[in-house]
């Protein structure tokens, strides 16, 4: 008798069926996709949407774009990649915890910041002078996945983008998209916090008191803290929510992280050459639309939008190499 079993795609789904709780977004019924599609003999409709989101360039350039240091010296501060690979561990285990699906939960996780513009949130802002309203990048991560880089994505997963950011006020459709709004905020006010430490802009003693009683030492006690206190309020209340105590305390030290770290005003220098180096990429290309490489150029959308798809998608070196060759004065 073999000592391996093949587990089918109908053999997950009935275990899906049998075991998630009755919240959860079972894969055997997920609203579908754009292009109707075969089914796999093995994985699921969501385990396919993960394996096409990993196997992405757009995921692959995360791995050069800022989560908070821009061009940090050292090699243990967090990218936009390592930052998506906590959230995703994260996720799965509020996901496993809460017998939701772990699988929805981690593909959204994995493409929730594919659509991030070089040079973390302060890129957003630049772009948003060349948009009416805000340029968001949820909104882009989905634009990646239904055109630029077409994947067929699943109605959930794309719901799950377009809405993790708390700032978006249509809320998620499914408990694993409240699952990565909720990852996506412990992962970054845990590891910037530790990267601010280390880069001493900040020392232990300067962090919210109610911070430390609440949720312990930074690191990984306060990771399993606040996995803790939303799993034990979701069971609770029957929906995706951390208690209403954990969660002032957060938003307190989100609070706290604004004003000593993101928008510390030592950064206001970078913050306006980062703002400078956008712009003036974004006005060149659109007075030199042909110059943008074809796989930008799609016909139904007008110029500026391919000129923000263009410079959204850069990475943070490879936007800095476009401005340097266009703008940095020529000796020879």
Not at 141 to 163: M, Q, S, Y
């Amino acid at each position: 008798m073999s000592r391996y079993i093949r587990r089918t795609r109908e053999d997950t789904e009935r275990i899906e069926l049998e075991n998630l709780a009755p919240a959860a977004t079972l894969s055997a019924d997920t609203r579908g996709r754009a292009l109707p599609e075969l089914q796999g003999a093995y994985r699921t409709a969501f385990q396919r949407d993960r394996d096409r989101i990993v196997h992405s360039k757009a995921f692959r350039r995360l791995k050069h774009k800022t989560q908070v240091f821009i061009n940090p010296e050292g090699d243990h501060y967090v990218t936009r990649l390592t930052h998506t690979l906590q959230v995703t561990q994260i996720g799965r285990s509020i996901a496993r915890n809460l017998a939701l699906n772990e699988d929805l939960a981690e593909a959204i996780c994995l493409a929730h910041d594919v659509g991030h513009s070089p040079f973390g949130h302060t890129g957003e802002d630049a772009l948003s002078e060349f948009v009416p309203g805000e340029w968001l990048h949820s909104a882009q991560g989905v634009r990646i996945f239904e055109v630029l880089e077409p994947k067929n994505l699943t109605w959930e997963v794309l719901d799950g983008i377009r809405a993790h950011s708390w700032k978006i006020p249509e809320a998620p459709a499914t408990p694993e998209g409240y699952v990565c709004r909720f990852a996506d905020r412990i992962a970054y006010l845990t590891h910037d916090v530790e990267d601010a430490m280390r880069a001493e802009v900040i020392r232990r003693t300067d962090l919210p008191a109610a911070a430390l009683s609440t949720f312990g030492e930074p690191g990984s006690e306060w990771v399993a803290s606040m996995i803790r206190a939303v799993v034990n309020e979701s069971v609770d209340r029957g929906a995706v929510v951390m208690d209403d105590d954990s969660l002032e305390v957060m938003n307190e030290l989100r609070d706290f992280m604004f004003q000593r770290v993101y928008l510390r005003p030592e950064t206001e220098g970078q913050r306006r050459t980062v703002i400078g180096i956008i712009g003036d990429l974004v006005r060149y290309f659109v007075d030199h639309d042909s110059e943008i490489p074809e796989s930008y150029r799609h016909t139904e959308a007008d110029t500026m939008t391919q000129v923000i798809d263009y410079v959204a998608g850069m990475t943070d070196r490879y936007a800095i190499r476009v401005h340097d060759e266009l703008y940095r004065p020529r000796l020879f």
